[in-house]
């Protein structure tokens, strides 16, 4: 697979991750469905389209599977703290609980797709 259809196909995974781990979000705090959605889409485009990045800019090198994966959970855990800071702000929820749940949906984000599409190159 080339390096531009890994690219797509890592933000078209995270795209719909982010938005249906946005959506549970929203039913498990009882908030607005359609703004949660939104929050996690925008956030699981960005997480999507940096591990397509990491995938490209690590290939041929060593610890490979470590560098993509690690990487992965980090830029998602980096866009989940973002992305929850930014929703508890909207939904005027207390910041720390935003960044809390933000960090934990984004490191299982990052993580989720990061393997999928690791799974793909091998």
């Not at 929203?26 to 703004?35: H, K, N, P, Q, R």
């Not at 939104?38 to 389209?49: E, F, L, M, Q």
């Amino acid at each position: 697979m080339d390096e531009r259809q890994l690219s797509s196909l890592a933000t078209g995974i995270g795209l719909v991750f982010g938005s249906a781990l946005g959506t549970l979000a929203g039913v498990v705090l009882g908030a607005d469905l359609l703004s949660a959605a939104s929050y996690g889409t925008g956030g699981g485009i960005i997480v999507g389209a940096l591990v397509g990045r990491l995938l490209t800019a690590n290939r041929g090198e060593d610890e490979f599977r470590v560098r993509v994966i690690g990487g992965a959970g980090a830029v998602g855990l980096a866009v989940g703290v973002a992305v929850g800071a930014i929703g508890a702000w909207a939904l005027d929820a207390p910041p720390a609980n935003g960044v809390a749940l933000g960090a934990g949906i984004g490191l299982l984000h990052g993580l989720v797709v990061g393997a999928l599409v690791f799974g793909t190159v091998e």
